[in-house]
């Protein structure tokens, strides 16, 4: 898995010190963003488990260029959101946070793992039928859409043990 200029994207666990950089992802990734605030509530939360990539620049340092959120309920979780850079797509990035998040989860004593997504988000549908993902159900005019319009959403199903 490389990042942004061929160097390698490292995975770890984030907390609501990276609120902020996910909110900037977040708005760069969907019509309705989510703010900062949300995101610092979201990761201290005893229940959430969040994980983000991190690239090496060229000039030193990382940069969170994706992160991945679920909650914990029970012996279940759900995703959140996930999101990646628009310049780091396409590079495996979507994966390797996914592949971490699930082994996390399961380890944290999840049997089952859900989420929603748009339902014509041909990426993301994708990356989560790689993953095994199934669906088990829709919402009709789920998601505003920039335009103002509604998009419907899948409900997508994984095991995880």
Not at 98 to 107: K, R, S, V, Y
Not at 117 to 124: F, G, K, L, S, Y
Request: charged share 20%; hydrophobic share 50%.
């Amino acid at each position: 898995m490389l990042g942004l200029f061929g160097r390698p994207a490292s995975i770890r666990r984030i907390g609501p010190e990276y609120g902020g950089a996910c909110a900037k992802i977040h708005a760069r990734s969907f019509a309705h963003p989510w703010g900062a605030g949300e995101f610092e509530s979201l990761l201290a939360a005893r229940n959430v488990v969040g994980h983000g990539a991190f690239i090496r620049l060229l000039w030193g340092g990382r940069v969170l260029a994706g992160f991945v959120l679920s909650r914990l309920a029970a012996d279940s979780a759900e995703i959140l959101t996930i999101a990646v850079v628009p310049r780091a797509r396409g590079k495996g990035l979507g994966g390797a946070l996914l592949a971490t998040h699930l082994a996390q989860l399961a380890a944290s004593g999840a049997k089952s793992l859900f989420l929603e997504v748009e339902a014509e988000n041909r990426a993301a549908l994708a990356l989560y039928r790689r993953f095994d993902f199934y669906e088990v159900g829709a919402r009709k005019a789920y998601y505003r859409t920039a335009d103002g319009n509604r998009a419907g959403a899948l409900i997508l199903r994984r095991d995880l043990d």
